[in-house]
């Protein structure tokens, strides 16, 4: 008999990293999976769209027999050497498809008559996601967190990181959370960004952590969003709020959206391409918050952001967008800020500089 992967093995699986293959088609696969996870589907999108056509009109037989005809010969051959060479080498590996039928099933066969025997998980893709969502509930409800907020350009993500007790929703959610908040590389699918959520609080429990510390954030993190029960727990959860001052403040903005995003964009597009992507990105950004800031406010904006690319780029200085950067925190930034932690000042449990918050999260004062 074939081995199976229990539902009383999930956990184990996710907190020892298993590698695992997918089954499933591409683009089931694009719309969530899992860490440490390769696509090496039995079906391409097409394969399936056929197979699955045929099982509505003509039933499961001659679904599977389709099935047969499509992935046979050298097709077979090549995707079958693929999932040998991913045993080879991981030999700990698993495979799964959606249910963990007849695709995990098939190629679990056809890798045993190759000499390998590699386990399959018993309800494939949809119950490893139960699993998650089951667990994301009961650590919400178990753990203890606390909310670290603080003004934009405060460093709070920079601060949380050198908490052992801390997880990075924006880090996991590959954006800053802001306007100018993207990233040149892409960000999760919301199914992969609440998957590895739940792997990370699995970690912190696992770790002994009982309080998580996590920054303050929207409900949206760029397009990712945090998952309703969890936002529920940190709404009612106590706030310590990160005071720093708008010079410091001033110099983390240039960091993070000047220097930091440019050397990205450089990183991948090279230096012209990455100047003109980098430029048009801070041009973008800017137009997002127009109707919030008002015609007067966003062209003194333009203006001074125009100017400052274009010194940037001639001399290479990139003081000049510290004239755009400043305002853009006063007139934006500030009191959105502002209006929003007044309506959570009962929560604030305490309130200090970068040294006195970290003193306080680990429990120091």
Same mark, same amino acid.
């Given at each position: 008999m074939l081995p199976i992967i229990e539902a009383s093995q999930f956990r184990r699986l996710f907190l020892d990293n298993v590698p695992m293959m997918d089954m499933r088609a591409p683009i089931e696969f694009s +719309?969530? @999976?899992f860490p440490n996870v390769v696509s090496l589907p039995l079906m391409t999108d097409s394969e399936r769209q056929k197979v699955g056509t045929c099982y509505k009109r003509d039933g499961q037989e001659a679904a599977i027999k389709l099935g047969h005809q499509l992935v046979r010969g050298e097709t077979k051959k090549q995707r079958l050497d693929r999932w040998l060479a991913f045993s080879n080498e991981h030999p700990d590996g698993i495979l799964y498809c959606f249910r963990g039928g007849l695709r995990s099933t098939t190629v679990q066969t056809? /890798?045993?008559?190759a000499?390998?025997? /590699?386990p399959r998980i018993e309800g494939g893709y949809k119950a490893l996601r139960q699993f998650l969502l089951n667990e994301l509930e009961r650590l919400t409800d178990t753990l203890n967190f606390v909310v670290v907020a603080g003004h934009t350009g405060s460093a709070k993500t920079v601060l949380i990181n050198r908490l052992a007790n801390?997880?990075?929703l924006e880090g996991l959610a590959n954006h800053r959370g802001s306007s100018f908040g993207r990233h040149i590389t892409p960000q999760p699918s919301q199914i992969d960004f609440e998957n590895n959520l739940t792997i990370a609080l699995m970690r912190a429990e696992q770790a002994g952590h009982t309080t998580i510390v996590l920054e303050d954030e929207s409900q949206l993190i760029g397009r990712c969003a945090i998952p309703n029960v969890l936002r529920s727990k940190l709404q009612a959860s106590p706030l310590v709020e990160l005071q720093i001052e708008h010079s410091q403040r001033q110099v983390q903005i240039h960091r993070e959206y000047v220097t930091g995003q440019l050397s990205s964009f450089y990183d991948f597009l090279g230096q012209d391409e990455g100047f003109s992507a980098f430029a048009s990105f801070l041009s973008v950004?800017? @137009?997002k918050i127009n109707r919030r800031l008002g015609d007067v406010r966003y062209l003194q904006l333009k203006q001074a952001m125009d100017n400052a690319l274009q010194i940037h780029q001639?001399?290479?200085d990139s003081d000049a967008h510290y004239d755009w950067i400043a305002p853009l925190l006063t007139w934006y930034y500030d009191p959105m800020y502002s209006y929003q932690i007044e +309506? +959570?000042?009962?929560? %604030? %449990?305490f309130e200090g500089g970068e040294q006195q918050i970290l003193a306080y999260l680990k429990g120091e004062l």
């Open positions: +719309k969530g @999976s056809w /890798m045993a008559e000499g390998v025997n /590699m801390s997880i990075d950004s800017l @137009s001639t001399s290479g +309506k +959570k000042r009962d929560r %604030v %449990v």
